[in-house]
């Protein structure tokens, strides 16, 4: 079966430090990948997509980078977090290899910029 | 471009009360409709689709049929129960669209009392 992982499940960091949130997928090859960011109380924003190894599309310019090292492998970075970087990230994925085209989200990373 | 509306909440009702959430659409073409659900602190997850009119989705309870001639996707529930409390989420992918993004609404959050 196809499942999605992500850690960690929270993080506090203080305004100026990395960041690093990881995302793996299991039981799909060339899935497309994604990360959205959701604002306390607000709606998703899809911050970048993948569908490919080493390919990144950027939706919104920000603090942010996405990589993508291996093909079940989504990382989410940034060399210095700002207090506006504070919100829940989720990582989701549709099947490759003309799969579905639905999004099946992971449990997501609650991040506290301090 | 691509737009997705639905009824701002909080929605607050008694358990085994009927439930509706209005979502509309903008799209080209015949967009995939999706209704997705997020209890608190926790991923969104699918709750139903649909990819043609007049598709009828349905799981748990919960059903939308897909409207072209009113570019809507309501979602209805015959009798809401307490673990139902959630946020809603509307949400598109336009028919052949790069990455297969998703389109979200700005999520209904629903509030069910015993």
């Known amino acids: 079966s196809q499942t999605i992982h992500q850690w960690p499940a929270t993080l506090v960091q203080p305004v100026g430090s990395p960041l690093s949130l990881e995302c793996t997928v299991e039981?799909?090859?060339?899935?497309?990948l994604y990360w959205y960011r959701q604002a306390a109380g607000r709606g998703l924003q899809l911050l970048f997509y993948?569908?490919?190894?080493?390919?990144i599309s950027s939706e919104v310019p920000q603090n942010l980078s996405a990589s993508r090292p291996q093909d079940r492998q989504f990382i989410l970075s940034s060399k210095k977090l700002l207090l506006s970087d504070s919100g829940f990230y989720l990582c989701?994925?549709?099947?490759?290899?003309?799969?579905?085209?639905?999004?099946?989200f992971g449990p997501g990373t609650r991040l506290t910029v301090l | 471009g691509n737009s997705v509306t639905q009824m701002e909440g909080p929605v607050t009702l008694s358990e085994e009360a009927f439930l509706t959430i209005n979502c509309t659409y903008t799209a080209t073409g015949y967009p995939s409709l999706f209704w997705y659900v997020q209890y608190p602190g926790e991923g969104l997850q699918l709750l139903l689709k649909a990819t043609k009119a007049d598709d009828k989705g349905s799981n748990k309870g919960f059903e939308a049929t897909y409207r072209k001639e009113t570019t809507s996707f309501h979602l209805e529930k015959g009798s809401v129960q307490v673990s139902d409390s959630a946020v809603y989420f509307c949400?598109?992918?336009?028919?052949?669209?790069?990455?297969?993004?998703?389109?979200f609404g700005g999520g209904t959050r629903v509030l069910v009392k015993p």
């Open positions: 989701a994925f549709s099947p490759g290899q003309g799969g579905t085209d639905t999004q099946y």
């Open positions: 949400a598109l992918i336009p028919i052949q669209a790069a990455g297969n993004k998703l389109t």
């Open positions: 039981g799909t090859s060339n899935p497309n």
């Open positions: 993948s569908v490919g190894i080493g390919q």
